[in-house]
């Protein structure tokens, strides 16, 4: 257990060209963040294809266990230690099919994190899961969730209640949603005496523009550092349990 853990949110573009070209410049972006430290990097809501449900009629935009897409994002991985959390369509060996984040450990190894709270055409594509997923990295305790997850207290709640240190949320926030996002964040730290971070999709989508601010938030509620744009950008901080002690006594 370390009494820091370096974080890198990665506010991301997606490109055009499906799961390779994503693929690639998710490793591109693994080592930007492993120049500033990184023990931890999370990608937003489905971005390895962006927010096109669209594109789901096509196998070929769905990632399986194992995908040979992902080699060279599970190599990063291994070579720099970094934990990566990124975002995609899964469909599972039985063929269930889930809106996913996946998390890529150093020592190969992926774990998966369903969205619970799916909404709108979601409904119809995806199988919910059943609440947050938990992964370990350095000994802190770290909560997945992916984008409306964050807005149901009881989301945050369990995992607070399970020991999280951080809770991680992959999202799409859009425009004129600034507010809400704050007080997502904001309100699941303080509530809960816990870290937050928040990667959110960056530019367009069928949905609208992308309203940035991707970054992390303390135990108190209050942000720490946010994203400058609305465009592809690296967020990054180190997290000290010195500060969660402070709150939680």
């Known amino acids: 257990m370390t009494d820091t853990l370096p974080v890198s949110v990665i506010q991301y573009r997606p490109l055009d060209g499906g799961i390779p070209a994503n693929a690639e410049e998710h490793v591109r972006l693994i080592e930007d963040a492993d120049d500033h430290g990184a023990r931890l990097v999370v990608f937003p809501e489905l971005s390895l294809t962006g927010y096109r449900l669209d594109l789901l009629d096509s196998p070929g935009s769905w990632v399986t266990p194992g995908?040979?897409?992902?080699?060279d994002v599970r190599e990063i991985c291994r070579r720099t230690g970094i934990t990566a959390i990124i975002g995609a369509a899964l469909r599972e060996a039985d063929g269930?099919?889930?809106?996913?984040s996946l998390a890529v450990h150093?020592?190969?190894?992926?774990?998966t994190a369903f969205k619970t709270h799916l909404h709108g055409d979601e409904l119809e594509?995806?199988?919910?899961?059943?609440g947050a997923t938990y992964i370990e990295v350095d000994g802190w305790k770290t909560a997945l969730a992916i984008c409306l997850d964050a807005s149901v207290p009881s989301h945050s709640g369990d995992s607070a209640a399970a020991g999280a240190d951080l809770y991680c949320v992959s999202a799409l926030y859009t425009k004129n949603e600034e507010h809400r996002l704050a007080l997502h964040?904001?309100?699941?730290?303080?509530?809960?005496?816990?870290?937050t971070a928040l990667a959110n999709l960056g530019g367009?989508?069928?949905?609208?523009?992308?309203?940035?601010l991707s970054?992390?938030?303390?135990p108190d509620g209050l942000p720490l550092k946010q994203a400058s744009g609305t465009g592809t950008e690296i967020v990054s901080t180190v997290l000290q349990r010195s500060?969660?002690?402070?709150?939680r006594q």
């Open 67 to 71: 995908d040979h897409r992902l080699a």
């Open 96 to 100: 269930t099919p889930r809106l996913a």
């Open 106 to 111: 150093p020592d190969g190894s992926t774990e």
């Open 125 to 130: 594509l995806f199988t919910p899961g059943e």
């Open 185 to 195: 964040l904001g309100a699941r730290a303080m509530d809960n005496r816990m870290f």
């Open 204 to 212: 367009t989508s069928p949905l609208d523009e992308s309203c940035g």
């Open 215 to 218: 970054g992390f938030w303390g």
């Open 243 to 247: 500060r969660l002690k402070k709150f």
